[in-house]
């Protein structure tokens, strides 16, 4: 028998498409499963601050196809120290809280590990981030309402380049890391995409344009913000230096990467994923996040999902030189 009667429910870090729907599902599977559910506001902040309020099953209605966190979210830099997370300890034994469900991507784990090793406080983490790059998990909610997002907006730029003849870079969001980039620029159509995790990327892109053949046509360049060049300007900067007859403009698409309505595909993940993490704290699962792989549920561990390093596909990369030719 499990001694789990109350637990809480946060997120952290940069908001993602999903996470209403992740908080909703936490909440009502653990109602049906006789918990308590306590939400806690801002994140690991709202942990030290007392932010806390009682959630039922009518707190999570109508929220299922809202972008943004009901929760409020926030990085937090007092729950990095010591006497933050000793505060926050206390404010959760305060109110009886036995378990911990946190959604957010590396930095919200990084914190839920270490608050697990110091108070022995089960903490199951659901990954909730737009980049896609936690290992252990092939999707993240966020990631396909963000690649859908990007598509949208790419195929409206399409239509001016295509209009123009212009060459179009687009930057677009995924912090160190291109798993959005290449997605989205597959489904764009993109005639290059330009990675951190792919180092001639840019060498490719210059044999395109050396090559002058798609001189008299829409061109789309998808660059990843984290790649090694410096983002979107610094690269088309340099490409006008060079190849002064592109006629060249520049997109950054920014923070409308992570708001707006969850897709579907975003809202059944959270869905699964947090009626799972439910499960894994009844389980006594202490320190892990909850992932899909190959479309099942799995258990990994904080350490392996903050340590290892999630590698983009090598397929997708293949498919994309050879369709972009
Ligand atoms: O991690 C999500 C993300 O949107 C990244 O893609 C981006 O680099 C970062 O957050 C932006 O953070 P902020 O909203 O704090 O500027």
């Keep these: 028998m499990t001694r789990l009667k109350k637990i809480a429910i946060l997120t952290s870090g940069g908001d993602a498409p999903g996470m209403n729907a ?12 006789g918990l308590e559910v306590i939400g806690i506001k801002e994140g690991y902040r709202g942990m030290i601050e007392k932010k806390f309020t009682p959630l039922w099953s009518h707190d999570v209605s109508d929220i299922i196809q809202r972008g943004g966190t009901l929760l409020k979210t926030a990085r937090c830099m007092e729950f990095k120290t010591e006497e ?18 946190v ?14 090793e110091e108070f022995d406080i089960p903490l199951v983490g659901i990954p909730g981030t737009i980049d896609n790059d936690l290992y252990g998990t092939d999707y993240t ?13 790419v195929d409206k730029i399409r239509d001016t380049a295509s209009a123009h003849n212009r060459m179009f870079f687009v930057e677009v969001m995924g912090a160190e890391a291109g798993f959005i980039a290449l997605r989205s620029g597959i489904a764009a159509g993109a005639e290059a995409i330009v990675i951190p995790e792919v180092s001639d990327e840019v060498e490719k892109l210059n044999k395109l344009l050396e090559s002058g053949r798609r001189q008299k046509a829409s061109n789309i360049v998808i660059v990843a913000e984290g790649d090694k060049e410096g ?3 610094t690269l088309a900067n340099k490409v006008k230096e060079h190849y002064p007859s592109y006629d060249i403009r520049i997109t950054v698409l920014g923070h409308l990467q992570r708001g707006g309505s969850p897709s579907a595909f975003d809202r059944v993940t959270a869905s699964r994923l947090g009626y799972a993490a439910v499960e894994a704290l009844m389980d006594d699962q202490k320190s892990a996040m909850v992932g899909i792989q190959n479309n099942e549920i799995v258990l990994v561990p904080f350490r392996k999902a903050i340590k290892l390093h999630k590698s983009v596909n090598r397929d997708l990369l293949e498919i994309a030189q050879v369709l972009a030719t």
């Design 141 to 153: 909610i966020g990631y396909d309402t963000a690649l859908n997002t990007v598509v949208e907006a």
């Design 231 to 233: 983002g979107a300007y």
């Design 103 to 116: 959604i957010g991507g590396d930095g919200t784990f990084t914190g839920a590990r270490i608050f697990n």
């Design 84 to 101: 933050g997370r000793q505060i926050a300890y206390n404010n959760l034994r305060e109110i009886g809280v036995h378990g911990v469900v």
């Design 22 to 33: 992740a908080i909703r599902a936490v909440t009502r599977t653990a109602i049906y499963n």
